[in-house]
Nanobody, 114 residues
Framework: VQLQASGGGLVQAGGSLRLSCAAAGRTFSNYVMGWFRQAPGKEREFVVAISRSAVSTWYADSVKGRFTISRDNAKNTVYLQMNSLKPEDTAFYHC????????WGQGTQVTVSS
């Protein structure tokens, strides 16, 4: 499955970005999807996940109240609205199934300046 994340960029602290991740080649709606991030020199970490029907979401404490995940199963796409960004949010952001079943791809880079 090809995962294509987009929407990253450079933003000042307190700003917002909206990330998108499109999945090609699989029935997207069958999977719990998540966003993950990896900062330079650090392990990849979980950010947020969304259930198959978007009824349930789960957030890391570090982003709770600032980030919002959503999905459009008809478009095989998952979104991440990021508000009140902080310099510590700087990382490459990837989407995948919650278990990391698919190739991670390049992700999209988010840089938050102070």
């Amino acid at each position: 499955v090809q995962l294509q994340a987009s929407g990253g960029g450079l933003v000042q602290a307190g700003g917002s970005l909206r990330l998108s991740c499109a999945a090609a080649g699989r029935t997207f709606s069958n999977y719990v999807m998540g966003w993950f991030r990896q900062a330079p020199g650090k392990e990849r970490e979980f950010v947020v996940a969304i259930s198959r029907s978007a009824v349930s979401t789960w957030y890391a404490d570090s982003v709770k109240g600032r980030f919002t995940i959503s999905r459009d199963n008809a478009k095989n796409t998952v979104y991440l609205q990021m508000n009140s960004l902080k310099p510590e949010d700087t990382a490459f952001y990837h989407c995948n199934t919650i278990q990391g079943d698919w190739n991670w791809g390049q992700g999209t880079q988010v840089t938050v300046s102070s």
